[in-house]
């Protein structure tokens, strides 16, 4: 039997239990799980496919299809995408789990993923026996490494970090692919909410990794994983898609067949409806800007320091208090148990984090605040951080 790692999140239990004692009940901030609303044209749309007598096509209808290559087109500058190079995923997470199975990969294999990263990436090369490796770049591998190197994740932008890879860094991990004959798959999940330079009217979105400043307008070994969760409030429609290099697509599309990976009819008729429209997507960032704004300045008046988080549904927060901050001078370099303390001292707040051991060693001594929640919620903890200390 296959035994994978304890599922992370189930270790914050006692620090839930501590944050649900406050008096003024639990602020959970820990999830990146949406709380508002499905868009009610989106509802309407799976309302109006209820009707699903029939198997769906696991390539996509061709609306659907056409409606992902347009919205690559109008929003992530990718012009003339195939729209038979789409295909829409079960959520990005059971795409990014299953891909190094899909592609073949197995014992001696390497994947490399960021040095901070959401687990799912090694818990894929865990499911085929292949070989996880944390780097930011191939130059940091061994010559024997380097050589086994069949799967390469970029994520940008980051979970949990926030940093937004530049089409200059995007370029170069796509060359160190292409050198060493590994597929490029960047998980871009978050590319509709950049802040700050991306966040301004008529300013660029979040580089891409099919785009022409990146992928040289050659798709061959590139794969852009996109979720509707996030931007949509789709987390429970479990509606994403995955496009790029064509013959790729192909055979992804196949393996999935015999598998039966099927998004839901009602499901891919939402999808269309979502990527059609725009509006609700503004509104939805409005929404996370006012509690982003709220939460980092309440961070920051209690001392803590958010770095990075210049895009996406997270604040990457340290402790920065002179002398207690795990990146002070001539302090140890952060452990796993720094994360904790700070996850413990929120906790006494009636405040839930995910602690940044969760994403690595890289992430030892930090802490993610997530933007996923209520505005009650969030205006408490904002006003709890403020009155500590």
């Known amino acids: 039997m296959l035994r994978l790692p304890e599922y992370p999140w189930e270790s914050l239990a006692p620090y839930r239990a501590t944050a649900q004692a406050h008096p003024g009940g639990l602020a959970d901030l820990s999830i990146g799980t949406p709380v508002d609303s499905t868009p009610a044209l989106i509802q309407d749309a799976l309302s109006a496919a209820a009707n699903a007598h029939g198997y769906p096509t696991t390539q996509g209808t061709p609306a659907l299809r056409e409606a992902i290559a347009a919205w690559f087109e109008r929003r992530r500058g990718v012009p003339g995408l195939d729209p038979q190079a789409v295909l829409p995923t079960v959520g990005s997470k059971e795409f990014i789990a299953w891909l190094p199975l899909l592609l073949g990969l197995g014992p001696g294999d390497v994947v490399v993923r960021p040095s901070v990263a959401y687990p799912t990436y090694d818990i894929g090369a865990?499911?085929?026996?292949?070989?996880?490796?944390?780097?930011?770049?191939?130059?940091e591998l061994g010559a024997d490494t380097r050589a086994r190197v069949k799967l390469i994740w970029t994520n940008s932008p980051a979970n949990p970090t926030g940093k937004v890879a530049s089409?200059?860094?995007?370029?170069?991990?796509?060359?160190?692919?292409?050198?060493?004959?590994?597929?490029?798959?960047?998980?871009?999940?978050?590319a509709e909410l950049g802040w700050g330079e991306w966040d301004t009217p008529g300013a660029p979105g979040t580089p891409c990794i099919l785009a022409d400043e990146v992928s040289g307008g050659d798709h061959t070994g590139l794969l852009s994983v996109y979720?509707?969760?996030?931007?949509?409030?789709?987390?429970?429609?479990?509606?994403?898609f995955a496009a790029g290099d064509p013959a790729l697509v192909a055979a992804l599309i196949n393996s999935r067949k015999h598998a039966g990976m099927i998004v839901p009819m009602p499901v891919q008729a939402a999808m269309t409806a979502a990527l059609a429209d725009d509006t609700h997507v503004r509104e939805q960032k409005d929404r996370y800007r006012s509690r982003r704004t709220l939460l980092r300045d309440a961070l920051e008046s209690a001392g803590l320091v958010v770095d990075h988080s210049e895009a996406g549904l997270y604040l990457w927060t340290r402790d920065g208090r002179p002398g207690t901050g795990v990146h002070d001078a001539g302090r140890p370099a952060p452990s796993e148990q720094d994360s904790w303390d700070l996850v413990g001292a929120l906790a006494e707040l009636g405040i839930l984090v995910g602690p940044g051991t969760f994403y690595g060693a890289a992430g030892n001594g930090y802490v993610r605040v997530a933007l996923t929640a209520s505005d009650d919620a969030v205006a408490q903890a904002a006003e709890r951080l403020r009155a500590w200390r």
């Open 126 to 139: 865990l499911l085929v026996g292949a070989t996880a490796v944390a780097a930011d770049s191939l130059d």
């Open 167 to 190: 089409a200059e860094q995007l370029r170069a991990v796509v060359a160190q692919g292409r050198a060493v004959g590994a597929v490029v798959a960047g998980d871009e999940c978050y």
């Open 227 to 240: 979720s509707l969760s996030k931007q949509s409030n789709l987390a429970g429609y479990r509606a994403a």
